[in-house]
């Protein structure tokens, strides 16, 4: 066994080892405002409930340990003393990651991860409508943990109003944990699906997703594609160019078939098939060859 002191190794070191030995952390998917109304949508799984009266959530926006720069969600809770915690089920979770995508301020996230903003009742910010539960919050206090990369920001919330999808309640009004099937995440790439077990989600820091927005409308109204495999292709950085499709399909005997029936729902399944073997270029490739 390895012993370590943590101001013995760097940071980003150190934050690796604690997300991969703890968990798994449930995630809250946290809209806000800015002063003037713009919103802000991003997943924080350094987060938990911690009383029920009064009802109590917590959760932490780190400052980024690359450049000890702070979030916007933090700058926002900060100006308007609200939030909307929306929780993360597996049906949203590839948006939800989309979103954590680092665009420039002023870029609504909502639109990027082609996710559905609610007016919520009691503050300002929006609710996610595909989100299973929803938490109205105001703010009632920050903490700030320290000044350094890394440092957290306790966000003290108490819920104001939740709203919840009938669709996940049991017969007696319960929360069934089956219907709800929550997701959680990990160290490193890795979630947690409650009902399923571990399985893998690209962070989408390096480089800017194109973002849900930019896929075609005949696409997105595919009935073949759900929320999930939207928010996988909206996550690279560019499409692929007319000379890179061509030499693909010309290198695909299957892709060409696929093609060559002139039927969407072929080719949409073709698209699919590749995209649930994590191929996502490929996914791309097929479905603008037969644009």
Known sequence: M?????????VAKLHGYLLGAIGPRPIAFASTVDADG???LSPFSFFNVFSANPPILIFSPARRVRDNTVKHTLLNVEATREVVINIVNFDIVQQASLSST????GVNEFIK???TALPSDLVRPFRVAESPVQFECKVNEIIKLGTE???GNLIICEVVKLHIDE???DENGAIDQHKIDLVSRMG????SRAN???FEVPKPLTTLGIGVDAIPEFIKKSPYFDGNDLGILGNIEALPSKEEIDIFVKENFSVKGALSSDDQETVHRKAKAYIDKEEVLSAWKVLLAFQ
Do not use: F, R, T, V
Not at 2 to 10: D, F, L, T, V
Not at 102 to 105: A, K, M, N, R, T
């Open 2 to 10: 390895i012993s370590i002191e943590p101001k013995e190794i760097a």
């Open 38 to 40: 713009n919103p802000n």
């Open 102 to 105: 680092e665009y420039p301020d």
């Open 113 to 115: 991860s082609g996710l």
């Open 149 to 151: 990369g890394g440092a």
């Open 167 to 169: 669709k996940i309640l």
């Open 188 to 191: 490193g790439n890795w979630y």
């Open 196 to 198: 399923k077990g571990l």
